[in-house]
Structures are given as structure tokens and as C-alpha cells.
């Protein structure tokens, strides 16, 4: 199959990008590459034939973006809550209407199946363990932008256009485009770098997790499920296991790595707390984790260690917006010195 994936530049997109090539697909990227294409560039080089990168924006690229298109995967937004709020006006254009763009351009393409990333974050705050048949309660910009694409692009749906929804728990894990903006992920780099683990007060608040490798696996099995099994159906893809409250996260990490359990509380109190049901994802498309947090922490400290990823303004996502802004190069098209940015 040809997939178009938008950002599959980013955190999760780089992984997806690099997972559909490895499995045989052709991949077209489209990305702002705000964050530059070294998530991808190695693939260029790997799979000149089946990977072509695509610099454009999601509420602007033309309809020859979907030219020969079979799937769309479709990533590209504004990342976590905090950057949401940067700009709210433009998470909403980006995340909802400029997705809710996409999925229409692709039904009227001929393009067969669309796969929207959204995120469980729209659960907000809520008490007990709450399934795709629950009240959400998005209580920032992101979350609210994620729902709105999600009901723009759910009756799409036909026997022509497969429509699945993908709502991710918090990702963590290692990706060639790192953030350390993720709970599990800042945890280790808080460690590492300064043997203490940053915990967002108060700790008693609950989170779905789910690896970075793990939650691509899913956008594979919805692109492969039968359109009878999933069209016009929302998943929540993570474990039931993995529903953690962030202070015993915190513990849990700090013995994965084999470093003393020491913490220091940053922030107000978090009002997003929620558990999720991940038993639609298992029964319906077979989905099952292969990576447990434990293992995921272990994985980006040895990284760490050696070398293999480093900090930096570019994988804290709030901090690489600001700097953009600064420079007066944040969602606008600028070439700097012939380098598109």
C-alpha cells in the first residue's frame, strides 16, 4: 500500500513512518519539519523508492498530496496540552479543522481508509474506568481540538471510506525525533541528569500509557482489519495494566533504572485524571502491549547513557515553539539561508 502519513516526522510519525517501510508499504511523509527532518532523513537513504518526503500543511496542501494514496495515517497536530495553549486558535485550526481537511480531501480522492490519531486525553477528569462509550470531558485546547476532529471525521464512514479512530494513551519510549515532554520519558531524563524525578503535583492522578512502538503496531492493525470489523469505530489503544497513578510511576521507573527513588514536585496540581478500558482494541483488533513502562524507561536511560539521544530545546515541544516564535519562524513558511525550517 501507499500511506500517506501526515507528521510523520514527529515523536509518534517518525516510529510509524519507519515501521510501514520496514513491513513492505510505501510511505509519502508530510510534515512542517519544524523540528527538521533528521527523524527521517536515514529513511531517504534506506528506502529510496518507497519513502517520499513532503514539506506542507495540513490546512493548506493541495489535492495532489493524495495521488495514488490507498491510506491515510494521520498524525499531524500541535502535541500535549501545554503547547495546545500556546496558541489556541491555531491548535484548533491545525488539530481539528486542518484534519477534519484532510479526511474529507481524502474521501474525495479515492483514498480508501483513514486513520486519525487522537488521544485519550479527552477523558479529562473523571472517576472510574471509562470505555469509548464515555461522556468525555476535554478540559484543554488539544483535548477539545481531538474531539472535534474526531466527530468531523467519524461520519465520513461508508462502504467506499474506512474511518478509524485511534484514541492513544500517553506515549512513552524512544523515537528518533525524542521528546522529553512525556511523564515517563521526563522522568528518566530527571534522573539521569540530576537524580531526581520531576512529579507534577500531586501525584495521586491517574494516566494511561502506552509505548511509542506499541501504539504504532495498532495504526498497522487498523490499516490491515477488515473495514466491516473497525469503519466508523474509535479505539482506546493501551494496556489495563498500564492505567498508573503518577507517584507510584515515579517509584516504578526509578527501580527500573536502578536509581535511587528522590523527587522534587513541580507545578499546580494536575485537574486531568482518568483510567481507560482497553478491552475494544484486544477484542477487536487483537491488540496486546508488548512493552511494559519498566522496560521503556530502562530503554531511554541506557540511551542516555551512551550517548545514543541527548536533551535539548528541540525534544521539550513547548520550549522549541517558543524559540520559533522568538524568531518569528513558528507556522509560517520561512527559508533561512536556503534551509526551509
Known amino acids: 500500500m501507499r500511506v500517506l502519513v501526515t507528521g510523520g516526522a514527529g515523536y509518534i510519525g517518525a516510529v ?4 510501514l517501510l520496514a513491513a513492505g508499504h510505501s510511505v509519502r511523509c508530510l510534515d512542517r519539519f519544524f523540528f527538521g527532518r533528521d527523524a527521517v532523513a536515514h529513511l531517504e537513504r534506506e528506502y529510496p523508492d518507497r519513502l517520499e518526503l513532503v514539506r506542507g500543511d495540513v490546512r493548506w496542501v493541495g489535492g495532489e498530496v493524495f495521488d495514488s494514496v490507498d491510506a491515510v495515517m494521520d498524525l499531524a497536530a500541535l502535541s500535549n496540552d501545554p503547547t495546545g495553549e500556546l496558541d489556541p486558535k491555531k491548535t484548533l485550526e491545525i488539530n481539528f479543522e486542518g484534519r477534519a481537511r484532510i479526511a474529507r480531501l481524502a474521501k474525495e480522492h479515492g483514498v480508501r481508509r483513514y486513520i486519525l490519531a487522537s488521544s485519550c486525553s479527552i477523558y479529562g477528569f473523571q472517576d472510574g474506568v471509562l470505555d469509548e462509550s464515555s461522556t468525555p470531558n476535554p478540559l484543554t485546547t488539544y483535548a477539545k481540538a481531538n474531539l472535534e476532529a474526531e466527530k468531523h471525521v467519524l461520519p465520513l464512514a461508508n462502504s467506499d471510506f474506512t474511518v478509524v479512530v485511534l484514541r492513544q494513551a500517553t506515549v512513552y ?13 521526563g522522568m528518566v531524563l530527571g534522573l539521569f541528569k540530576k537524580g531526581t524525578i520531576p512529579i507534577l503535583r500531586d501525584g495521586t492522578q491517574w494516566r494511561p500509557f502506552v509505548h511509542v512502538r506499541d501504539t504504532v503496531r495498532a495504526f498497522l492493525l487498523s490499516l490491515e482489519a477488515e473495514p466491516s ?19 507510584p510511576l515515579a517509584q516504578t521507573v526509578a527501580e527500573a533504572v536502578g536509581v535511587p527513588f528522590r523527587y522534587e514536585w513541580y507545578g499546580l496540581p494536575d485537574h486531568r485524571s482518568y483510567r481507560v478500558s482497553f478491552k475494544k482494541v484486544r477484542s477487536v483488533l487483537g491488540f496486546e502491549p508488548s512493552y511494559t513502562p519498566s522496560e521503556g524507561a530502562r530503554e531511554i536511560h541506557e540511551a542516555l547513557r551512551t550517548g545514543a539521544v541527548t536533551d535539548g530545546m528541540k525534544t521539550i515541544t513547548l520550549q522549541w515553539y517558543k524559540h520559533l516564535l522568538e524568531m518569528q519562524l513558528f507556522l509560517r513558511e520561512t527559508e533561512i539561508g536556503g534551509v526551509l525550517i
Open 229 to 247: 470489523a473497525v469503519s466508523g469505530q474509535v479505539f482506546n489503544v493501551g494496556a489495563d495494566e498500564q492505567n498508573l497513578q503518577i507517584f
Open 173 to 185: 519510549g524512544l523515537s528518533p525525533r525524542m521528546r522529553f515532554d512525556l511523564a515517563i520519558n
Open 16 to 19: 510509524l513512518t519507519e515501521t
